[in-house]
């Protein structure tokens, strides 16, 4: 099995567990409910949405997990808004983050045979930027930020990869808000329909990986970004 789709799956199951402590927490202790949660955002009116936003803008710059802030968003807006806010503060938070690289970091120059994935990448995102960003943000289990270094880093349109960024991230933001929203009231049809997301994830995940594959290896491409930030 793929590193990346095992990578995936391990995440998934991660937050399976967690759910699961947190359901038996809040049922034993807690009795919190849903229309509890919904009652304390509504106190906050609009900048419960600006603060969510903001605070996706500014986890690139930390060292937050974009999923745990994706959960918490379903559990405080639901599946529809959360994921809304999900894929609004992920994308703007992306381009602030690629806009603010190339400002300090300068264009890679590859010439080095140890780099030949990242090479074949470069050349793939400078000549179809939109396709290329987009397979690559809707391979499950690849770091998040990590793409967006790269991207900035090449010659590829901010526009084409805000877009990009923007599309890639929609099945991931859903599952994340569905999830979220599911936390303390996780019934029979949300479980289903949480498995049949997770289930349709890893098969994107398999499929990109062909896709991808064909032209070169992830696992092998993530060592060699290693040692372009060393550098």
Known sequence: MNSSLKSFLWKIIILLVVAGGMLFVNKMFLHIKPDHIESWVENFGIWAPVVIILIFIIRPFTLIPLSIIAVACGLLFGRYMGTLYIVTGTVLGSLLSLLVLRYFLEEIQISDEKKQNLYTLKKDLE????????????????????????????????????????????PGSFLFGFFGSSLLSLKPQSLIILSILIVALAGLALFMKREIGKKYDVNQLKEETKLLKEN
């Open 127 to 170: 000549e179809h930027g939109f396709k290329s960003v987009l397979m690559i943000r809707l391979l499950p289990g690849v770091n998040f930020d990590l793409v967006t270094y790269i991207c900035a880093r090449v010659e590829v349109k901010w526009w084409k990869y805000t877009f990009a960024t923007l599309v890639g991230t929609l």
